[in-house]
Structure formats: C-alpha cells, structure tokens
C-alpha cells in the first residue's frame, strides 16, 4: 500500500478554517485519496474522497494537488465537535467481488479551541 | 448513527477462553470488515468477506476466525486469548467493494484480564 504522511497534531480556534495536510508522493494513478475521521470512542467515519479533482460535500472540501503527490483535507469552519483524529488514506479500485481494505496510518489530531 | 451495529459494547474476559464478537452491517451491505485497535498497534485491518466469502486478509491472528452469514451478520471468533488481545474492534460495511465508503460500528471493547 502507498504510504501517507502528516502531521501528528494541530491546533484550530472555533469557527475558523483549518487545512489538514497529507503527503503521498507514492501515490498511483488508480489510487484514490480517502479521508477519515475518528470522534473520541467512536468508530472511524468517513469525510471525503477523490482522485484528482478537487471535492466538496457537507462536511469538508478535498483540494489534490495538480501532480497527485499531496492533498489537503479543509474544515471551513471548525467547531468543538469537530475534534477527532483525521485519517488520510490511499486506496486503489477494486472489482466488485474483490478484496479490499483501510490502512489506517496514525492521522492527524486535530485539537479545536473556543 | 452509521446504522452498523455491533454486540457486545463491551467485554471482559479471562486469558486462554474464547468470546464472539457479532456485527449486523447497514441493510442492503453486502461488504463486511473487521479492525482491531490497540493503543500500540493502531487500527489494524483484519479481514473482509463480501457475500459470505472472505475477501482479504490482514494480519489476523491465526487464533482469530471470522465468517458471513447467510443474512450477510458477521461474527468474529477470538479464541485462546492473551493480554494482549485486549483492544477494541471495529466492524465496518459497505454496499460493494472498490473505492466505496465504508461505514463503521461502535465497536466492541474486549479486555482481557
């Protein structure tokens, strides 16, 4: 599995945006970039995806670099609830049938502060 | 709610017996996975099987069995445990396989003592 980096922890206020980075400069052109996050003692949930367009949904925005080598993960505005750790993943497509699975790095910490 | 359910929330168990651990995956998955976290190893992925069959294989112990049911629940059975076996364990489901999302359980707390 292509192999992910960021940072072990940051810091955000209450209601300001926070860019979480994540280098994969191993990436691979089937490789979709996955993110994740895990509330404190509750089981990981998903954020966002994408493979080399920037994304939006309800929760997050997903900017990937042109060169695919590096992405980042954007809360526009952060709250209380939005502490958790946040996982950046790299997954390739799979058949339907196929085999498949999250490897889960140590993510990022994200701290929110009023 | 990610509508994955998991049974027991939490369990304490002696070294050396043996416990199952029992997911029902959101309606309509066909996709179940296990995961273990443990404050030194992190999540760990252990095994998937989509439609009653298993998939892939993480490093799941060989003391460790999973299986899909005709109803597409799953149970992981987790026998002869040690110590370190104590960590919680996460069911995940999703509708295929692929790059789909997957959606994960409460978990189960398993302590060893």
């Known amino acids: 599995d292509a192999k992910t980096t960021q940072p072990n922890s940051m810091e955000s206020n209450e209601e300001e945006p926070v860019h979480l980075p994540c280098n994969h400069s191993?990436?691979?052109?089937?490789?979709?970039i996955h993110w994740y996050r895990q509330l404190p003692s509750q089981g990981p949930e998903y954020v966002i995806h994408?493979?080399?367009s920037n994304v939006n949904n309800r929760m997050a925005s997903l900017a990937i670099a042109e060169d695919r080598k590096s992405s980042t993960l954007i809360l526009h505005r952060a709250t209380l609830r939005d502490a958790a750790v946040y996982y950046c993943?790299?997954?390739?497509?799979?058949?339907?049938?196929?085999?498949?699975?999250?490897?889960f790095g140590t993510g990022t910490q994200l701290k929110v502060e009023l | 709610d990610s509508g994955v359910t998991q049974t027991p929330k939490h369990l304490i168990t002696a070294t050396g017996q043996r416990v199952t651990l029992r997911c029902s995956p959101r309606?309509?998955?066909?996709?179940v996975y296990w995961y273990q976290q443990s404050l030194d190893q992190g999540l760990q992925f252990l095994i998937h099987?989509?439609?009653?069959?298993?998939?892939a294989k993480g490093n799941i112990l060989e003391r460790f069995s999973a299986q899909q049911f005709p109803d597409l629940h799953s149970e992981l059975n987790l026998s002869s445990l040690e110590l370190g076996d104590s960590a919680l364990y996460f069911c995940?489901?999703?509708?295929?396989?692929?790059?789909?999302?997957?959606?994960f359980g409460p978990g189960t707390r398993l302590t060893v003592l």
């Open positions: 995940a489901s999703s509708v295929l396989t692929g790059a789909d999302t997957q959606y």
């Open positions: 191993t990436i691979s052109g089937t490789d979709y």
């Open positions: 994408g493979l080399t």
């Open positions: 993943i790299l997954r390739f497509l799979i058949l339907t049938g196929g085999g498949n699975k999250l490897t």
């Open positions: 309606s309509g998955d066909l996709s």
């Open positions: 099987y989509y439609n009653g069959e298993e998939r």
